[in-house]
Every structure is written in structure tokens, then in C-alpha cells.
């Protein structure tokens, strides 16, 4: 009876997602980053505020409405965070203090036709900083930075690059090489995802107006990647010239110098010039990230730089900002049973019941291990003690207590991986570190 | 531009939300609760199974579906944690061990206009044990304490009274008094929080049936409240005898007896035989819970014994659970400025900014901090210092720190609070463990 589109984990599988949620709330909070939460719901006029979006946004009626012509609520369900965070920031800019951090962990959902790969309700990771008029340039290098980190830190994930580029850079290399629709290029540059090169080269032509030379300087540009600086000395190689170029190469050599030191683990900060992300609204730095073995989910973690995230038409707030899409990430590790978690219940020890009399006892032993932070369940029935540690065995609890004679003596804890049993003191034992939460598991 | 009934908080009131349901989290766990989570969404035919509450539902229609005469998606957002529980329940039993113990903490929503005290979108957090067949009495006891634990883990809020009552007790003692429309009774009792005993006397002999004299039994025994046992020799000394009675009476005093050790702190349990939860479904203990000052509230957390939380036709599913309004409960303690945060952003430590040349030493200074666990944010522009001082006492950050000439030397933290300016050294130093992270604060 699952809905479709509508994802729904088993608690083993949530244990996971937790444990990517609580280390990327770890990372943005180390990092400033304040915690806000807005209403699944914004007005219509909000929501549909851009215009392109409008066939994927799930309106609200009240069931029972008394005009059955105009019962919709007026409020439809927010599609992505950053509508809802431009909207917290004109509402709240009294309140706030810039630049102002904020990352917003919540669902999402989109009304669209549900297929592979796409839901109609997921989780996002968003993180961004916001000022008042002037957001200085080092804020794209720190929203690198931290988003890289934060990656790092789901280290069961496959290997991830996290690309760059630079709208500047790019329209200044168009514009030098003397193109007059930018949008155009970018649109059909995009597109180098899905199409073979020799298509694209025929829509540079055909849609950009760009001449076949012109159309090969664009395809050269976009075959450039590098994990350092070297890429400005390939762009200058072109022999385009452009002042909007010269800032888009210099800011993007900032973002790589800047994230020199987190890149070569498990995430790679390189430098795409393919990246245009051609219909969003950015103007500076932009981010894609694709995740090895799993690129035909495209990106994965998209962002940039807007110079107007919000206005009130005095005050103009420009933001930088990055978006992980948590979801999209993990239900294909799930499927694929890549990602995991070592139990379905937070229980490291279940303490055994010789009888229900005992009850009261069993009871004070787990109370004793959850005081020192010890997850304990106790057996529910007093079945024979091989029932109650095959019990123990279908969670995945790692350990059986059977109580002793009464006070602190006799008791014994058992490893039921091992089969090892020791005497043990409910005021003192403790399970090994990585036992003592469930703890995310990888197939390898 | 806020949508009425749609809370949002500021960031200071994030951070207290977010502490109470990390402690929430925390306590359910340590007792070996698993968290799950469902999809906003659930069919209307599981939504209006029990047909009570369609007027509060919302129904999702995709803005631009093609057929306008039946566009609705017949999804409708959840309006509570206990129908999708259900449905899960049924839907991954074959998946799930039994008895299956979860937590689950979401937003739900109710279609409702808007008045003092009622949201349309609000947080709760739902615990519930759930069996196959047979779920023995002792998990009502430990409902009771898991939760009353978890209350008392929330020690800035108000005193609460986590008050319980037991369907059976009062099913056999209206029975034992010769009533025949049980279900009445309960309504009218049900209204001694709004309307004065003698009016519900009089309903409980126009709608009930009742004789005055019986009516006043009823009343004798809603009044009958304790801390301890001692309620049962009252309710008998009240004469009236019937089996259920006993059974309630025997199971209240075992919730009472196994929650001893935990009341009388911040959190009372008590015996409170007005308790009758009219209109839902159980069966045997209830709970409803007051909070000291805000009486207006009603019950804050609620819940009880379900003989059939679920079923399939072949196999019922019997569970005891109880919900705690986390919105309803935080946000009126907001408003009234008893419940805060300490400060606006995670950081502890603000690293100023002495040139713009300074920003990759200032940066690593940060990282060093971070990498110890330490929240820290490098100042935003090269202002002179004493506004850097003041950007961080706009934050509440409480310690900013200054750069040395380079290496570990030559550093000093600043206490802006007190003033106290220290050598100190990015390697080693640590704030004090309350100024780590953002504190809750109350008023008093």
C-alpha cells in the first residue's frame, strides 16, 4: 500500500539517514551555521513567484470547505528550501543578524508524475549565507568549504566530486568569443549531460546563433576540469579575452585554492567548466556533485551564488548556498543495499527475564545501564533463555544480561555474536564503543 | 506575511525546540525505541477510516493536474503520528519483530480555522509498543515511565502532572452502578474540565439515564486523585463491585506502583479517575498530562491501550502509546518569554579578523577550534576590533578570539561578557562546557 513517490524507510534503513543527518548538522553547526525550520506550506504567490515551476507544486484544500468552488487554501506545499528561506529572511530581516548562516534540514515535495529517481516527497540539506546589500566574495569559498566537510564526514558513501565553475567566467568567455545570447549557450552547454558533443555543437549553431569555430572554443571550454589552479592557464589558452572572464577565473581559483586541503580523500573539489546550470538564477560561483557509480542520478548537491536571493525593493539580500539532496542520495545505496545500519533497534543489551516476579529487578539492571547511556530493552515474556537470546538475535542486540542472585553479584553479560559471557556489574559494564549505537554499515 | 496556524520560529527558539527533541530522542532510545518516520501523506480511505475528523483534513491536488473535476491526488497530509503508525504497522509486519517499540517525531496537520492555541501545523512526538495478538499489561507501565523520563529529561519546563486513568475501571464501576449507556456517561464526565459538576450531573441523568443518586457516584469517583495507591481503597469504599472494576483497578495501581520511583520531581504521575479520553479508542489505561500555569492548555500529552491499534482481518495488531504536543507545549512558553536560547547561532568563538590579508590564518585558527568540537565563525569583514566585539555580542557568541603573530604563539581569547581577555593556544583551548553550545534558558 506504499504511495508512490513517497518514500518510507524500515528502521534500520532510518537509523542511517539519521546518522547523515546528525553529521550534517554536526558540520554546519561547527561551521555557524543556525538551525531554522520553516511551515511545509508558503502562499501561492510565494511559491509560484518565478513561474516555471507550477505544474509540481501540491496545492492544500480543506476537505470539508464550505465553497466548493474556492476551497483551495491559497497555500501550496514548498518545493525546494530556498523559496521559503528568501521569503524567512524579508519576513524576520528585523530579527536577523547578517551575514546570516542558516541550514534547514526538512522535506520537500514536488506534484510531478513519479518515475525512477524521482520522488514527490523528499529530504533536503540546505545551507546558505545571506547579507544586507553586500555579500563578500570569500562566502562562496566558505560554502564550498563546509559542504565539502560535511560530505567528508558521510564517510560510507562512494567517492563524490563536488564541481565548480563560474557564471562570470563563463558568460565573460562567451561574450569575448563575441556571443549575444548567453542564456542560449548556457541552455544548450547544459545540455552536454544528455546529448554527444556533435549535437550540442549543432544547437550553439542553430539556437545561440554562434558560428561552427565559436561553437568548438565553447565545447574546448567545457572539456576543462582540474582538482587545482591549472585550469585558468587552459582557459587563457583559448586566447579569449573578456574583463567578466578575468573575475570568473579568479574567483574560481579562490574556490579551489580554498577547499586545496579538504580535496583527494573521498570527496574531490574540482574545477567543471561544463557546469552552467543554465536555468537557475545564479551569477557567480555554481556547484554540482556527482557521486561515483551512481552518476545517472546527475547532482546530487547543487548550489550557488544568487546576487539577489531576496528583495523587498529597498534592500537587496544576496546569498550564496548549496543543497543536498539527502534522499535522492540514499534510497539508491538503499536499494542497492550499499548503506545500511548494524541493527533495527537503538538496544545494545537486552536484559533477560528469569520470571515475571523478576520483573521488577530486570527492570532496575536496565535502568542502571540506560543511567550510564546504555540503550536497554527488557525481555518481554519470561520465555527459556534460549528463546530470549534468539529474541535478542532477530533485532541484531548485540548483548544478553542475565541477572544474578539480587545486589551486584552473580550477573553475566553474554556476547551473542561471540558467544563470550562475563560476570558483570550493572553500575560499571560497559559494551565496546562501536556497539553501543547502531552504527551505519557498507557492503565492502 | 505569516500564515496563520503555520508556526515558524526564530532562531534562538529553534535551538530550545531542537534541545527538547534531541532529549526526547535521547530518553526514548536509552529504553530501546526505534525511530521511524511516514510520509506526510496518507490516502483519505486510511485518513477517514474512522470518520470523525474529515472536516480537519487537507486534501494535496497537483496545481496543474489535466482534469479539474478530479484533480485531488486522494492523498491528504496526516493529522496525526497514529494512523500512519497503523498503517505502517500492517503494511511492514513482515519486516518488523514484535512487540515493536517506536518513536516517531513529525510535524502533522489539521485543516482547522485558526484560533488561539490551535495550529494547523504542529510537532509531535508519539511513543508506542506494539504487538501481535496478545501485548502483555506491563508495557502500559512502561509507557508510563518511558515518557514520564522523558518529561522529566526537560527540566525547563513548568512542573506536569502526567495523569492516568483506566478505561476498565471506569467501564466496571458505571456497570457495577447499573448504567447501561457506558458511552454517555464517559461524554459527560468527559466535560467536568469545562462545565461545572452540577451540569454534568444533569447530563449524566437527561443523556445517560442515570438516577441522581447514581449521577453522584459518578462525581464521588471523578474526584478521586492520588500520588500513591490510596485511590483504590477510596474507589471501594465508594461500594460498588463489578469485575472490570477490579481488573482496572489492579492494572491502575500497577502503573502507579512501577512509576513510584519517578514522581516527585518536576514530573507527578498520578491516579486521576476523572480521566475518561470520551471520544478515542481505548481500552484500558489512558493518560492525559496538565502543565503547571497552563492549565488552559488541556492535556499537553495524551494517549493510552489500544485492543486493536491495527489489523489486517486475520491478525490484530494491540498497542499502548502516548503523544506529546512538543508545539503546543513549547510555543505558549515562547510567547511568554519563559523559554529561550542562550544565543542565535552555535558559535562559541568568534575569530576576528585583523586584515583581509589575515583571512586564511584567521580561517585555520577556526578550523583547529572546529576540529575539537569548539562552533566557531571567523569575523566577516576586517572591521576595527571593537566592532568585530560588538558583531559577536549581537550573536551572543560569547568569546571572540584574537589572532597571534602566527603559529600557537601570541594568541588571547576574550570573555566579552566578563572582559576576561587569556593567552591561549588553538591547539588546547576549550570554553567552558556551558558555553559550548547554545543553552536552554528560563526565566527565572
Known amino acids: 500500500m506504499s504511495i508512490s513517490g513517497f518514500p518510507e524507510l524500515l528502521p534500520t534503513q532510518r537509523f542511517a539517514e539519521l546518522a547523515v543527518l546528525d553529521r550534517?548538522?554536526?558540520?554546519?553547526?561547527?561551521?555557524?551555521?543556525?538551525?531554522?525550520?520553516?511551515p511545509a506550506v508558503e502562499s501561492l504567490d510565494q511559491l509560484l513567484?518565478?513561474?516555471?515551476?507550477?505544474?509540481?507544486?501540491?496545492?492544500?484544500?480543506r476537505l470539508q470547505a464550505e465553497d466548493s468552488d474556492t476551497n483551495d487554501s491559497g497555500l501550496g506545499l514548498h518545493f525546494d528550501l530556498t523559496v521559503p528561506f528568501a521569503r524567512y529572511v524579508l519576513e524576520h530581516a528585523g530579527h536577523l543578524e547578517f551575514p546570516f548562516r542558516r541550514?534547514?534540514?526538512?522535506?520537500?515535495?514536488?506534484?510531478?508524475?513519479?518515475?525512477?529517481?524521482r520522488y514527490r516527497e523528499f529530504t533536503q540539506a540546505d545551507i546558505d549565507i545571506v547579507a544586507r546589500d553586500v555579500l563578500p566574495f570569500h562566502h562562496d569559498v566558505e560554502i564550498a568549504r563546509v559542504m565539502a566537510e560535511a560530505l567528508s564526514a558521510l564517510n560510507f558513501l562512494p567517492p563524490l566530486r563536488l564541481q565548480v565553475n563560474n557564471r562570470r567566467l563563463i558568460e565573460g568567455f562567451y561574450r569575448g568569443l563575441g556571443a549575444t545570447d548567453v542564456?542560449?549557450?548556457?541552455?544548450?552547454?547544459?545540455?552536454?549531460?544528455?546529448?554527444?558533443?556533435?549535437?550540442?555543437?549543432?544547437?550553439?549553431?542553430?539556437?545561440?546563433?554562434?558560428?561552427?569555430?565559436?561553437?568548438?572554443?565553447?565545447?574546448?571550454?567545457?572539456?576543462?576540469?582540474?582538482?587545482?589552479?591549472?585550469?585558468?592557464?587552459?582557459?587563457?589558452?583559448?586566447?579569449?579575452?573578456?574583463?567578466?572572464?578575468?573575475?570568473?577565473?579568479?574567483?574560481?581559483?579562490?574556490?579551489?585554492?580554498?577547499?586545496?586541503?579538504?580535496?583527494?580523500g573521498r570527496v574531490t573539489v574540482e574545477a567543471d567548466l561544463r557546469i552552467a546550470r543554465g536555468l537557475d538564477y545564479y551569477t557567480g560561483t555554481v556547484f554540482e556533485t556527482r557521486m561515483s557509480g551512481y552518476e545517472s542520478l546527475g547532482s546530487i548537491c547543487s548550489g550557488g551564488r544568487y546576487d539577489a536571493l531576496a528583495s523587498d525593493g529597498k534592500v537587496t539580500y544576496?546569498?550564496?548556498?548549496?543543497?543536498?539532496?539527502?534522499?535522492?542520495?540514499?534510497?539508491?545505496?538503499?536499494?542497492?543495499?550499499v548503506v545500511s545500519a548494524s541493527r533495527?533497534?537503538?538496544?545494545?543489551?537486552?536484559?533477560?527475564?528469569?520470571?515475571?516476579?523478576?520483573?521488577?529487578?530486570s527492570d532496575g539492571i536496565a535502568q542502571?545501564?540506560?543511567?550510564?547511556?546504555?540503550?536497554?530493552?527488557?525481555a518481554a515474556t519470561p520465555q527459556k533463555f534460549g528463546k530470549q537470546i534468539r529474541y535478542a538475535e532477530r533485532r541484531g542486540i548485540p548483548f544478553v544480561w542475565f541477572p544474578g542472585g539480587g545486589g551486584h553479584a552473580g550477573h553475566t553479560v553474554k556476547d551473542i555474536r561471540s558467544g563470550d559471557q562475563v560476570d558483570a556489574d550493572p553500575s560499571s559494564w560497559t559494551p565496546p564503543a562501536d556497539d553501543l549505537r547502531p552504527q551505519v554499515t557498507t557492503k565492502d
Open 183 to 264: 542564456p542560449a549557450v548556457m541552455r544548450a552547454i547544459d545540455k552536454l549531460d544528455k546529448l554527444p558533443a556533435q549535437a550540442v555543437a549543432t544547437q550553439l549553431v542553430d539556437d545561440a546563433g554562434l558560428t561552427a569555430a565559436q561553437a568548438d572554443q565553447c565545447l574546448a571550454l567545457a572539456e576543462i576540469r582540474s582538482t587545482d589552479t591549472s585550469f585558468v592557464e587552459r582557459v587563457r589558452a583559448l586566447g579569449v579575452t573578456h574583463e567578466l572572464l578575468d573575475t570568473g577565473l579568479a574567483e574560481l581559483a579562490a574556490v579551489l585554492d580554498g577547499c586545496a586541503e579538504l580535496t583527494g
Open 368 to 378: 542502571a545501564l540506560r543511567a550510564r547511556g546504555i540503550a536497554t530493552e527488557v
Open 103 to 117: 541550514y534547514q534540514i526538512q522535506k520537500v515535495w514536488r506534484g510531478e508524475r513519479p518515475q525512477t529517481g
Open 24 to 38: 550534517l548538522r554536526g558540520v554546519f553547526e561547527l561551521h555557524g551555521f543556525a538551525p531554522i525550520e520553516t
Open 344 to 361: 533495527a533497534v537503538p538496544s545494545a543489551v537486552l536484559v533477560a527475564l528469569p520470571d515475571e516476579d523478576a520483573r521488577a529487578s
Open 318 to 337: 544576496p546569498g550564496v548556498g548549496i543543497s543536498l539532496g539527502v534522499t535522492r542520495l540514499l534510497l539508491p545505496l538503499f536499494a542497492d543495499g
Open 49 to 61: 513567484r518565478k513561474g516555471e515551476i507550477d505544474k509540481e507544486v501540491y496545492v492544500l484544500r
